[in-house]
T-cell receptor, first 113, second 112 residues
Framework: AQSVTQPDIHITVSEGASLELRCNYS??????LFWYVQSPGQGLQLLLK??????LVQGIKGFEAEFKRSQSSFNLRKPSVHWSDAAEYFC???????????FGKGTRLHILP | DAGVIQSPRHEVTEMGQEVTLRCKPI?????LFWYRQTMMRGLELLIY????????DSGMPEDRFSAKMPNASFSTLKIQPSEPRDSAVYFC??????????FGPGTRLTVL
């Protein structure tokens, strides 16, 4: 069955440290890939997306993600986190353009001062 | 553009009452989605529409839930009768193509 896995439910990093959030998918073909962020009390906001082309994509708020076909992964990274990055992050995939999106369970990011 | 608009932002009701949640999608978006988010179950897709037609309602928990989209600029999610276990945040999202979605701020529903 098609699935999206975010193996880390919670991650804690210190402010200024680097960050990597993991996402793996299980599909036969390369899907469309997304990362969303949800701040407390807010809706989900799109951080970045990958459809094709360059496997390293840049997003808003200084985030980037790298698509690795061999590992079926689309990990989210940021070189230096800020306290305002504390939020929940969702990886999502769509197999075909007209298919419904499948969200991972989310990773909650905590920032230490 | 104002983005996806949801109303009300908060709703508190008593068990057995009818609840109606409203959504105005982004103009020009052909897809509209309704989600429910709880701590226990995470983000769940309830139903989605394409060009005002329901495409997949397999996520609707039971017959107490219904959703309509009478035109391209308005959708409702109704719960009748409501139960305490329906307490959650309900999100509406719209999309131009069905993949990249734009979410509203959500409606926090509390059923007492």
């Amino acid at each position: 069955a098609q699935s999206v896995t975010q193996p880390d439910i919670h991650i804690t990093v210190s402010e200024g440290a680097s960050l990597e959030l993991r996402c793996n998918y299980s599909y036969g073909a390369t899907p469309y890939l997304f990362w969303y962020v949800q701040s407390p009390g807010q809706g989900l906001q799109l951080l970045l997306k990958y459809f094709s082309g360059d496997t390293l994509v840049q997003g808003i708020k200084g985030f980037e993600a790298e698509f690795k076909r061999s590992q079926s992964s689309f990990n989210l990274r940021k070189p230096s986190v800020h306290w305002s990055d504390a939020a929940e992050y969702f990886c999502a995939v769509v197999l075909n353009r007209d298919d419904k999106i499948i969200f991972g369970k989310g990773t909650r990011l905590h920032i230490l001062p | 553009d104002a983005g996806v608009i949801q109303s009300p932002r908060h709703e508190v009701t008593e068990m057995g009452q009818e609840v109606t949640l409203r959504c105005k999608p982004i103009s020009g978006h052909d897809y509209l989605f309704w989600y429910r988010q709880t701590m226990m179950r995470g983000l769940e897709l309830l139903i989605y529409f394409n060009n005002n037609v329901p495409i997949d309602d397999s996520g609707m928990p039971e017959d107490r839930f219904s959703a309509k989209m009478p035109n391209a600029s308005f959708s409702t999610l109704k719960i009748q009768p409501s139960e305490p276990r329906d307490s959650a945040v309900y999100f509406c999202a719209s999309s131009p193509l069905g993949n990249e979605q734009f979410f509203g701020p959500g409606t926090r529903l509390t059923v007492l």
